[in-house]
């Protein structure tokens, strides 16, 4: 079971991208998720797959910017 908040997004424009995180940082009372980006890598993942490794992915910046 993940108790992490994810969204994942695909075919977004980079422009398209940014304006949609801008705004949902924007809303303070939304939680605080992962966001993630659909590659073509990524396109072939089992969907469990993905959010294991997004959410190690997201443990490790963590710990890497308590180290700073």
Do not use: C
């Given at each position: 079971?993940?108790?992490?908040k ?23 009372k939304?939680p ?14 089992k ?22």
């Amino acid at each position: 079971m993940i108790d992490k908040k994810i969204i994942i997004v695909n075919g977004f424009t980079e422009d398209e991208l940014k304006e949609f995180i801008l705004w949902y940082k924007k809303n303070e009372k939304l939680p605080k998720p992962i966001f993630a980006v659909i590659t073509e890598h990524s396109i072939e993942w089992k969907v469990k797959d993905l959010l294991n490794e997004l959410i190690k992915e997201d443990e490790e910046i963590k710990k890497q910017r308590q180290n700073k």
